[in-house]
Protein backbone atom coordinates (compact mmCIF):
# COMPACT_ATOMS: atom_id res chain seq x y z
CA UNK A 1 0.00 0.00 0.00
CA UNK A 2 1.78 3.52 -0.83
CA UNK A 3 1.86 5.17 2.49
CA UNK A 4 0.66 8.93 2.86
CA UNK A 5 1.38 8.86 6.74
CA UNK A 6 4.82 8.79 8.64
CA UNK A 7 4.83 5.50 10.51
CA UNK A 8 7.87 4.16 12.53
CA UNK A 9 7.47 -0.45 13.45
CA UNK A 10 8.43 -1.36 16.29
CA UNK A 11 8.66 -5.31 17.85
CA UNK A 12 5.91 -6.67 17.74
CA UNK A 13 2.22 -5.77 17.02
CA UNK A 14 2.79 -1.98 17.48
CA UNK A 15 3.41 0.78 14.84
CA UNK A 16 4.05 4.62 15.73
CA UNK A 17 2.49 7.02 13.56
CA UNK A 18 4.02 10.28 13.65
CA UNK A 19 3.02 14.27 12.58
CA UNK A 20 -0.21 13.41 12.35
CA UNK A 21 -2.73 15.82 13.96
CA UNK A 22 -5.67 13.79 14.85
CA UNK A 23 -7.70 16.44 16.96
CA UNK A 24 -8.64 17.40 13.54
CA UNK A 25 -10.71 16.12 10.94
CA UNK A 26 -8.84 13.02 9.04
CA UNK A 27 -9.00 12.55 5.29
CA UNK A 28 -10.63 9.49 4.39
CA UNK A 29 -7.16 7.92 2.79
CA UNK A 30 -5.59 8.46 6.21
CA UNK A 31 -8.27 6.73 8.08
CA UNK A 32 -7.68 3.89 5.49
CA UNK A 33 -4.51 3.43 5.83
CA UNK A 34 -4.88 3.31 9.84
CA UNK A 35 -7.58 0.63 9.09
CA UNK A 36 -5.24 -1.06 6.51
CA UNK A 37 -2.64 -1.62 9.16
CA UNK A 38 -4.78 -1.77 12.08
CA UNK A 39 -6.96 -4.66 10.70
CA UNK A 40 -4.08 -6.73 9.37
CA UNK A 41 -0.26 -6.55 10.91
CA UNK A 42 -0.26 -4.05 13.47
CA UNK A 43 -2.99 -3.97 15.81
CA UNK A 44 -1.86 -1.65 18.25
CA UNK A 45 -1.21 2.23 16.79
CA UNK A 46 0.33 4.49 18.85
CA UNK A 47 -0.28 8.20 17.82
CA UNK A 48 2.71 10.77 19.00
CA UNK A 49 2.39 13.84 20.24
CA UNK A 50 -1.23 14.50 20.71
CA UNK A 51 -2.74 17.43 22.15
CA UNK A 52 -6.69 16.13 22.45
CA UNK A 53 -10.00 17.49 24.70
CA UNK A 54 -11.78 14.57 25.12
CA UNK A 55 -14.40 15.79 22.44
CA UNK A 56 -11.27 15.18 20.12
CA UNK A 57 -10.89 11.98 21.29
CA UNK A 58 -14.12 10.54 20.92
CA UNK A 59 -14.92 12.22 17.27
CA UNK A 60 -11.11 10.76 16.26
CA UNK A 61 -12.85 7.10 17.78
CA UNK A 62 -15.93 7.33 15.73
CA UNK A 63 -13.98 7.09 12.47
CA UNK A 64 -13.49 3.69 13.81
CA UNK A 65 -16.82 2.56 15.01
CA UNK A 66 -19.37 3.49 17.14
CA UNK A 67 -18.29 5.21 20.65
CA UNK A 68 -20.03 3.99 23.75
CA UNK A 69 -21.11 5.80 26.78
CA UNK A 70 -19.88 3.60 30.25
CA UNK A 71 -22.32 2.96 32.54
CA UNK A 72 -19.96 4.48 35.40
CA UNK A 73 -21.03 8.13 35.86
CA UNK A 74 -17.57 10.14 36.46
CA UNK A 75 -17.78 12.22 39.95
CA UNK A 76 -14.83 14.12 38.20
CA UNK A 77 -14.95 18.40 37.43
CA UNK A 78 -12.80 18.14 34.47
CA UNK A 79 -13.51 20.98 31.64
CA UNK A 80 -13.45 19.57 28.69
CA UNK A 81 -15.41 16.09 30.54
CA UNK A 82 -17.43 13.70 28.10
CA UNK A 83 -19.53 10.88 29.15
CA UNK A 84 -17.65 8.70 26.78
CA UNK A 85 -14.93 9.12 28.02
CA UNK A 86 -13.64 7.12 31.24
CA UNK A 87 -10.52 8.41 33.65
CA UNK A 88 -8.01 5.84 34.25
CA UNK A 89 -5.59 6.47 36.76
CA UNK A 90 -4.92 7.08 40.67
CA UNK A 91 -5.96 10.76 40.16
CA UNK A 92 -9.70 12.65 39.61
CA UNK A 93 -11.56 9.20 40.52
CA UNK A 94 -10.06 7.15 38.16
CA UNK A 95 -10.60 3.40 37.56
CA UNK A 96 -7.78 0.76 37.63
CA UNK A 97 -5.80 3.11 39.95
CA UNK A 98 -2.51 1.49 41.13
CA UNK A 99 -0.47 -1.55 40.86
CA UNK A 100 0.28 -4.01 37.98
CA UNK A 101 -2.45 -5.69 35.61
CA UNK A 102 -2.35 -9.15 34.28
CA UNK A 103 -2.94 -10.05 30.16
CA UNK A 104 -6.62 -9.65 29.55
CA UNK A 105 -8.70 -8.25 26.53
CA UNK A 106 -11.00 -5.32 27.70
CA UNK A 107 -14.69 -6.62 28.36
CA UNK A 108 -14.02 -9.94 27.80
CA UNK A 109 -16.60 -10.47 30.42
CA UNK A 110 -19.52 -9.05 28.68
CA UNK A 111 -21.38 -10.90 25.80
CA UNK A 112 -20.44 -7.76 23.63
CA UNK A 113 -16.66 -6.36 24.26
CA UNK A 114 -15.77 -3.73 22.74
CA UNK A 115 -13.93 -3.91 19.26
CA UNK A 116 -11.21 -1.58 20.51
CA UNK A 117 -9.61 0.57 23.06
CA UNK A 118 -8.03 3.80 22.88
CA UNK A 119 -6.01 5.14 25.76
CA UNK A 120 -4.40 8.98 25.83
CA UNK A 121 -2.17 9.89 28.42
CA UNK A 122 -2.23 12.82 30.30
CA UNK A 123 -0.05 12.10 32.94
CA UNK A 124 2.27 9.69 33.07
CA UNK A 125 4.66 8.06 35.99
CA UNK A 126 8.44 8.27 35.89
CA UNK A 127 9.15 4.74 36.02
CA UNK A 128 6.57 2.05 35.52
CA UNK A 129 2.77 2.52 34.21
CA UNK A 130 4.38 0.58 30.74
CA UNK A 131 1.73 -1.47 28.72
CA UNK A 132 2.81 -4.52 27.31
CA UNK A 133 0.72 -5.99 24.13
CA UNK A 134 0.80 -9.79 23.04
CA UNK A 135 -0.82 -10.96 19.61
CA UNK A 136 -3.00 -13.55 20.44
CA UNK A 137 -3.30 -14.27 16.77
CA UNK A 138 0.58 -15.84 16.62
CA UNK A 139 -0.01 -17.26 20.21
CA UNK A 140 -2.23 -19.67 18.99
CA UNK A 141 -0.37 -20.66 15.86
CA UNK A 142 2.57 -21.68 18.73
CA UNK A 143 0.06 -23.65 20.90
CA UNK A 144 0.67 -27.24 19.90
CA UNK A 145 -1.74 -29.13 17.79
CA UNK A 146 -3.61 -31.48 20.48
CA UNK A 147 -4.20 -28.17 21.92
CA UNK A 148 -5.99 -25.80 19.72
CA UNK A 149 -7.56 -29.31 18.84
CA UNK A 150 -8.95 -29.10 22.21
CA UNK A 151 -9.65 -25.30 22.55
CA UNK A 152 -11.28 -25.18 19.24
CA UNK A 153 -14.31 -26.98 20.63
CA UNK A 154 -14.18 -24.84 24.34
CA UNK A 155 -15.82 -22.27 25.55
CA UNK A 156 -14.24 -19.48 27.89
CA UNK A 157 -15.72 -18.31 31.18
CA UNK A 158 -14.99 -14.30 32.18
CA UNK A 159 -15.43 -12.61 34.85
CA UNK A 160 -15.44 -10.05 36.78
CA UNK A 161 -16.69 -8.08 40.10
CA UNK A 162 -16.92 -4.49 41.33
CA UNK A 163 -16.08 -3.03 44.61
CA UNK A 164 -18.96 -0.94 43.60
CA UNK A 165 -21.41 -4.26 42.88
CA UNK A 166 -19.71 -5.99 45.78
CA UNK A 167 -20.66 -3.05 48.04
CA UNK A 168 -24.10 -2.63 46.64
CA UNK A 169 -24.99 -6.16 47.33
CA UNK A 170 -24.81 -6.90 43.32
CA UNK A 171 -23.57 -9.99 41.18
CA UNK A 172 -20.58 -9.42 38.95
CA UNK A 173 -20.35 -9.30 35.10
CA UNK A 174 -19.78 -13.23 33.30
CA UNK A 175 -19.78 -14.57 30.19
CA UNK A 176 -18.85 -17.33 27.99
CA UNK A 177 -17.17 -17.04 24.67
CA UNK A 178 -15.93 -19.17 22.05
CA UNK A 179 -11.93 -20.03 23.61
CA UNK A 180 -10.78 -19.58 19.86
CA UNK A 181 -11.99 -17.57 17.65
CA UNK A 182 -11.86 -15.92 13.83
CA UNK A 183 -10.81 -12.48 13.44
CA UNK A 184 -14.18 -10.95 11.47
CA UNK A 185 -11.16 -9.00 9.13
CA UNK A 186 -8.45 -10.81 8.45
CA UNK A 187 -10.22 -14.34 8.91
CA UNK A 188 -7.03 -15.40 11.29
CA UNK A 189 -7.83 -17.84 14.62
CA UNK A 190 -7.10 -16.23 17.55
CA UNK A 191 -6.67 -16.92 21.47
CA UNK A 192 -9.74 -15.37 23.38
CA UNK A 193 -8.32 -16.83 27.10
CA UNK A 194 -6.71 -14.35 29.41
CA UNK A 195 -5.02 -14.24 32.92
CA UNK A 196 -7.19 -11.25 34.27
CA UNK A 197 -10.80 -12.31 33.83
CA UNK A 198 -10.88 -16.05 32.43
CA UNK A 199 -11.81 -18.71 35.33
CA UNK A 200 -12.38 -22.02 33.62
CA UNK A 201 -13.04 -23.88 30.58
CA UNK A 202 -16.39 -25.19 29.64
CA UNK A 203 -16.34 -28.11 28.66
CA UNK A 204 -13.59 -28.62 31.45
CA UNK A 205 -10.53 -29.93 30.06
CA UNK A 206 -8.37 -32.31 32.34
CA UNK A 207 -5.23 -32.15 30.11
CA UNK A 208 -5.60 -28.08 30.12
CA UNK A 209 -3.95 -26.24 33.03
CA UNK A 210 -5.28 -22.88 32.54
CA UNK A 211 -2.05 -21.08 34.69
CA UNK A 212 -0.01 -23.36 32.53
CA UNK A 213 -1.46 -21.68 29.75
CA UNK A 214 -1.30 -17.92 30.91
CA UNK A 215 2.43 -19.05 31.37
CA UNK A 216 2.91 -20.00 27.32
CA UNK A 217 0.90 -16.56 26.16
CA UNK A 218 3.69 -14.63 28.20
CA UNK A 219 6.54 -16.46 27.10
CA UNK A 220 6.38 -15.94 23.29
CA UNK A 221 7.94 -12.98 24.14
CA UNK A 222 8.64 -12.45 19.22
CA UNK A 223 5.12 -10.65 19.44
CA UNK A 224 5.56 -9.09 22.19
CA UNK A 225 5.67 -4.90 22.71
CA UNK A 226 6.16 -3.49 25.67
CA UNK A 227 5.20 0.52 25.01
CA UNK A 228 6.65 3.29 27.70
CA UNK A 229 3.85 6.05 27.92
CA UNK A 230 4.92 9.48 27.00
CA UNK A 231 2.26 12.43 27.75
CA UNK A 232 0.23 13.45 24.61
CA UNK A 233 0.21 9.19 22.96
CA UNK A 234 -2.86 8.12 22.24
CA UNK A 235 -2.94 4.30 21.75
CA UNK A 236 -5.07 2.52 19.80
CA UNK A 237 -5.72 -1.27 20.03
CA UNK A 238 -7.49 -3.97 18.37
CA UNK A 239 -9.04 -6.02 21.63
CA UNK A 240 -9.43 -9.32 19.09
CA UNK A 241 -5.99 -9.53 17.69
CA UNK A 242 -4.21 -8.25 21.25
CA UNK A 243 -3.98 -8.83 25.04
CA UNK A 244 -2.24 -6.51 26.98
CA UNK A 245 -0.81 -5.95 30.44
CA UNK A 246 0.47 -3.24 32.86
CA UNK A 247 3.46 -2.85 34.89
CA UNK A 248 3.84 -1.55 38.39
CA UNK A 249 4.59 1.90 38.87
CA UNK A 250 4.73 3.79 42.60
CA UNK A 251 1.58 4.56 43.98
CA UNK A 252 3.13 7.75 45.25
CA UNK A 253 3.18 9.19 41.49
CA UNK A 254 0.50 10.20 39.80
CA UNK A 255 -1.08 8.54 36.54
CA UNK A 256 -4.03 9.56 34.40
CA UNK A 257 -4.93 8.32 30.86
CA UNK A 258 -8.69 8.67 29.06
CA UNK A 259 -9.98 5.63 27.39
CA UNK A 260 -12.37 5.25 25.08
CA UNK A 261 -14.01 1.92 23.59
CA UNK A 262 -15.31 1.28 20.49
CA UNK A 263 -17.85 -1.47 19.24
Given at each position: ?????????RVGPALEIIGLNISKPLQKEEIDEINYYF????PVLIFKNQKLTEQNQVDFAKNFGTVRVPDKNRT?????????????????????ANGPLAFHSDGAFHSDP???TLLYAV??????????????????????????EKLNNCRSVNSFERRIDREAGRKGFSTEHPAVQTHPNTQEKVLYINELHTKELVPKQEDIF???????????????????????????WDNRSVQHARTDFSPDEE?????????
Open positions: METKLNIRGLGERDDLPDKHEAVTLVGNIHGGVIPKAKIPKVGGNIIFTDIRIVYKCLPDYIKLPDLFKFIKKIEHCQTEYVYEEGDLVMRLLKRTTIY
